[in-house]
């Protein structure tokens, strides 16, 4: 059992294999956090918090004479609101009387088996026999508010799922005005944030400091989960590196906008709260409905790379679904950075010619190819084929792809609209704007209302028709800008503060539609890049396109801080052009295959213009890719250089079962003199004898990993080397 109820201590403890969770209803019914981190067994873990009179922290009333019980001091699971617990809160609430307080305490619980399920929302799932549930019910007496806290109990991968349902059991109207899915309160200790912070083709980028005496906020306002900041934050000790040290990691499985919260209080307890983004929130909460958050998957293990490992396997066999998600993605050739808007059927068969040529398997049909869109100024909403650019329509050109042995997949940008579009035109109010108000345009385009339902059944006519009527084996579901000018033509003005949750509801319910109508459809998120990549997306599309910025000396920053919370085959990446289009630089084609190869693979550049060489080397890059997608996907990831840092970076994958492996290195800066290129290897067996292909030695896991290996020096504008380790035998 992974859940047990110790009724003596009113304890319950959650057990995975390597973690431990423990919580406690305390004498007024609080529910106390005990611990979450290693194992300790059953041991209640009460006697940790010692109870002071701590001045300025408030007492509940059955403690004011002692002042020894404390909101403020001690750890919970979830917070009430404005009874005396003044750190960052997991809750606000208007109530029917204009009051501001929620005190929640326990009612009841259970344990059930297998894990829970959120409506609309994504939520990890149980393969089988993997996963235990635990509900604890809070309420608050005076208004009939309760909040269930669900846990999902994943022993043998070490997660831990939660989220909050908040039921209005009153009378009257409940308003929330925040409603967090988590609040984790860490164990004493010297804690370091990382998060993931970046811009528009700069994604994910690694930020690591202590956390300080202060609320610090990482979060976005855009209605996505966005470029700029990412739903997953790691927690670890000032110490910890890839290898040990305590380290927590929260990832929200939610695409719009989020908030996650770290404060450092006056007595040097680390609290965490994560949930929806509430600058806008605001929902009401009538008699008997209920609110349900968003999911937060959270993992603890010693070390970076092992709570790596733990959401990389966690995403590929918990939250991706589909039958794509395990499987072996298609190579694909897709036409943006080949031809942007100026397409039509000759260039795109030439191009896919081309392609089918090498060896790649699938061609995308990228932005331009519907309504009157000619650039990005016009035709968003107007999803059926341009007839100037393909007079043929599309089935001319897809059958003529599919001849060529190549499945056909398409680009759509669903949510969006043009003003210059035959959409805009019949339904003005669709998009998001107050009224009144001009609004704010981001790429030339508006907002559609997805918490209109109306709008919603628009789209999935239109997309399913595109996928009944067409051979279509793949769709890129794109986002191009941020939303703003949140307000709902079909909404009362005192809703407008649920729509920015209802529009993520939306997107989410027709993504469900969708890929419950056609799952032979391999779908692939994409927002500018990699402006929406999340693990709610995942939950509908298996890859997203990772990030606009194909450049493979700023990806391997893009892809290694993407590693941390994600998996490789979630990950979009492409070969394109040198000088690449984003920053100018020139890499030699070599580089950009080993970098690209650790994603789901393709290409995207103008293949009719290449040179025999280069084409004779993307040849043999497909055949590579084919050959070794399995370890790549499969295998475990370790990070063995800084992505951030040095002149050089490093990657491996390595079989489950230790049997192969794969070491990619990257020169990004060379050097006159250089340091030796001298890498330790790991993840292998050290009492195995190992195989390298590219230099014929055999050398043991052992000498690898302890004493390492050292390439030879590399010289030129980044080169980049891989090594092949197979075992040739075992002790
Ligand atoms: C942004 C995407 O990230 C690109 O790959 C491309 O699809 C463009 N949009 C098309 O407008």
């Not at 107007?382 to 499945?407: A, C, H, Q, R, T």
């Amino acid at each position: 059992m992974s859940i047990v109820y110790d009724q003596q201590h009113k304890l319950l403890t959650l057990t995975t294999a390597n973690t431990g969770y423990q919580m406690q209803i305390d004498e007024l019914g609080f529910l106390r956090h005990l611990h979450y981190g290693s194992k300790t067994g059953s041991q209640n873990l009460a006697y940790q918090i010692l109870e002071h009179d701590y001045a300025f922290s408030g007492n509940p009333v059955e403690f004011r004479k002692e002042r020894t019980h404390s909101l403020d001091i001690i750890p919970q699971e979830f917070t009430s609101f404005g009874v005396g617990d003044f750190r960052v809160n997991s809750v606000a609430v208007v109530n029917p009387d204009g009051s501001r307080a929620a005190r929640f305490q326990y009612v009841s619980h259970e344990i059930l088996d297998g894990k829970y399920t959120i409506p609309g929302l994504p939520a990890a799932y149980d393969n089988g026999n993997e996963a235990q549930t635990l509900v604890v019910t809070l309420k608050d007496d005076v208004t009939g508010l309760m909040v269930r806290l669900y846990y999902g109990v994943f022993e043998k991968l070490d997660v831990i799922t939660r989220y909050a349902e908040f039921v209005n059991a009153g009378e009257e109207t409940i308003t929330l005005d925040k409603a967090s899915s988590v609040c984790l309160d860490l164990p004493l200790g010297n804690w370091d944030l990382m998060h993931f912070w970046g811009k528009h083709a700069l994604e994910r980028q690694p930020e690591r400091s202590p956390i300080g005496h202060c609320v610090t906020t990482v979060g976005s306002t855009r209605g996505t989960s966005s470029h700029q900041h990412n739903p997953f934050i790691i927690i670890c000790d000032h110490d910890a590196t890839e290898d040990y040290g305590d380290s927590y990691g929260l990832m929200l499985a939610y695409s719009g906008g989020f908030k996650a919260e770290l404060e450092n209080n006056q007595i040097n307890c680390v609290r965490a709260v994560m949930g929806i983004d509430d600058t806008y929130f605001s929902w009401k909460l009538g008699p008997g409905q209920s609110f349900h958050t968003p999911e937060v998957i959270l993992s603890y293990a010693d070390g970076l790379t092992a709570l790596s490992h733990n959401y990389h396997r966690f995403i590929r066999h918990n939250i991706c679904r589909g039958k794509h998600h395990l499987e072996k993605r298609p190579v694909l050739i897709n036409n943006w950075e080949a031809t942007y808007f100026q397409l039509d059927e000759e260039k795109m068969f030439a191009l896919a010619k081309e392609a089918a040529a090498l060896g790649i398997d699938q061609f995308v049909l990228d932005d331009g190819w519907f309504g009157e869109r000619y650039d990005d100024n016009a035709g968003l909403g107007d999803w059926f084929v341009n007839y100037k650019k393909l007079p043929n329509g599309l089935d001319s050109l897809i059958n003529k792809i599919n001849g060529l042995g190549m499945k056909f997949g398409i680009w759509v940008e669903p949510e969006m609209v043009n003003e210059d579009s035959e959409l805009y035109r019949s339904h003005p109010d669709w998009a998001l704007s107050e009224p009144g108000r001009t609004p704010t345009f981001g790429r030339n385009q508006l907002v559609l209302d997805m918490s209109n339902k109306e709008v919603v059944d628009y789209l999935y006519d239109c997309l399913s028709t595109l996928l009944k009527e067409h051979n279509i084996a793949y769709i890129k579901w794109d986002f191009n800008r941020s939303i703003c000018n949140v307000y709902s033509h079909v909404l009362p003005a005192d809703r407008q503060g649920e729509v920015s949750h209802r529009f993520v509801l939306g997107l989410y319910g027709l993504l469900e539609r969708l890929i419950s109508e056609f799952p032979d459809v391999l779908f692939e998120g994409c927002s500018g890049g990699g402006g929406r990549f999340d693990a709610g997306m995942l939950y509908y599309t298996p890859q997203i396109w990772l990030s606009d910025d194909t450049d493979a000396i700023e990806r391997l920053i893009i892809q290694g801080g993407t590693s941390y919370g994600y998996p490789v085959s979630s990950m979009g990446a492409h070969v394109s052009a040198s000088p690449n289009h984003q920053t100018g630089r020139r890499t030699p084609m070599y580089t950009r295959g080993v970098v690209a190869m650790s994603g789901a693979f393709g290409y995207e550049l103008d293949l009719t213009r290449l040179l025999k060489r280069d084409k004779e080397e993307i040849r043999e890059q497909v055949q590579q890719y084919h050959q070794d997608e399995i370890l790549i996907h499969r295998g475990l990831y370790y990070r063995l250089t800084d992505v951030a840092k040095g002149y050089y970076t490093a990657w491996q994958f390595v079989s489950e079962d230790k049997s192969q492996s794969l070491v990619n290195l990257v020169v990004t800066s060379p050097q006159p003199t250089p340091d030796p290129l001298h890498i330790r290897f790991k993840g292998l067996d050290p009492d195995t004898l190992y195989r390298i292909k590219e230099d014929k030695q055999n050398i043991t896991g052992a000498a690898l990993m302890k004493a390492g290996y050292t390439f030879t020096p590399m010289m030129g504008d980044y080169p980049a080397a891989q090594l092949h380790l197979s075992a040739v035998s075992c002790k």
